[in-house]
């Protein structure tokens, strides 16, 4: 089955600065990347997602890229803000098959 | 978007006794859900896949006579922690997918379990 790193657990950042949040999957048949957002006692929301026929996708601050070759993508968020601090997972999926999610980033933002 | 509603959002139960969890998902059918177990700093569980009309799936390890899932209608999967003890205190969360959106599962709420 799929298996999802994901890399930091933790992340420490003044705000203003960019964060920048790493996953590598082993499943070269998965094709959908979602990130997800976690507020502390709250559901998880869909922030970002990438399918495997593009390399990059950018919403605001957000952007997702994806290395298929290395198996490989990453969460970058520019000029971070408070609001930013949370727990974001990534997931990797083949189709509609259920995503394997990483252990999670701890994103903390310093005012 | 679609919309996963959980109920309830927090529960506190005597050992012993058995407690049940609501997922509906509001403005589609969904013929999948899936429960997870996240505990405090960590990642999301899978428990289930609950399945519209027959059999859930269970993941190795999860006891099925401890988590019945039903998933009667198209709308509505739930899970029922029975005979509760402290160590089924948790963070119980469902998601699902609206196969006519092109995107990721969305979750509930989350049900905050608290057995004592």
């Known amino acids: 089955g799929e298996n999802v790193e994901q890399h930091p657990s933790t992340l420490s950042v003044q705000e203003g600065d960019s964060a920048v949040i790493k996953c590598t999957y082993s499943?070269?048949?998965?094709?959908?990347f979602p990130w997800y957002k976690q507020e502390l006692g709250k559901r998880p929301q869909l922030i970002i997602d990438i399918r495997s026929n593009v390399g990059e996708k950018k919403d605001q601050r957000i952007a997702v890229t994806l290395n298929k070759t290395a198996k490989h993508f990453s969460l970058h968020i520019t000029e971070t803000q408070p609001e930013d601090s949370a727990v974001y997972f990534c997931?990797?999926?083949?189709?509609?098959?259920?995503?394997?999610f990483g252990r999670g980033t701890s994103l903390i933002v310093h005012p | 978007g679609a919309v996963v509603s959980q109920h309830p959002s927090r529960v506190i139960c005597k050992s012993g006794t058995s407690v049940k969890i609501e997922c509906r998902s509001l403005?589609?059918?969904?013929?999948?859900m899936f429960w997870y177990r996240q505990f405090p700093k960590q990642s999301l569980m899978l428990m289930a896949t609950s399945n519209e009309g027959s059999k859930a799936t269970y993941e190795q390890g999860v006891e099925k006579d401890k988590f019945l899932i039903n998933h009667a209608s198209l709308t509505l999967s739930t899970l029922t922690v029975t005979s509760a003890h402290p160590e089924d205190s948790s963070f119980y969360i469902c998601s699902a997918r609206d196969l006519k959106e092109n995107h990721g599962y969305t979750f509930g709420s989350g049900t905050r379990l608290t057995v004592v």
């Open positions: 499943d070269s048949a998965s094709n959908y």
């Open positions: 997931a990797a999926s083949r189709g509609s098959y259920i995503p394997t």
């Open positions: 403005d589609f059918q969904a013929t999948t």
